[in-house]
């Protein structure tokens, strides 16, 4: 499975990168919204995790929004400390709260990923 991780903070990328392989996952990974939005058409990503304060013109709202214009279904993970904009996850979006243990986004990730192959009803 690949993930998007899209975090400015490098320290943060590369705890959270790290967490993500152990736990057997692909994971590209980018600093803005503009490098993510760059990905998009590729359809590289099975789940999104992006931070919602981003440097540069694009958030992680409008990264989420874009690819969830190409794919309906995909798993968005918001992570954010402050965001000054008002918060409109997508549908079956998650928000966590920095700080965070790395496990908390892998752990969040599992259960999106169950609740999407879960059978309805």
Known sequence: MSILLVEDDPLIREFVVEALREEGYHVIHVSTG?????????????VLVTDIRLPGEV???????????????????????FSPVTPRPV?????????????????????????KSAPPG
């Open 34 to 46: 503009e490098e993510a939005l760059a990905w998009c058409n590729r359809r590289v990503a099975d």
């Open 59 to 81: 958030d992680g709202w409008q990264v989420a929004e874009r690819y969830r214009e190409q794919d309906p279904e995909l798993p968005v993970i918001y992570a954010t400390g």
């Open 91 to 115: 549908s079956g979006g998650r928000i966590v709260q920095k700080p965070f243990h790395p496990e908390e986004i892998a752990r969040t990730i599992r259960e999106l990923r169950e609740k």
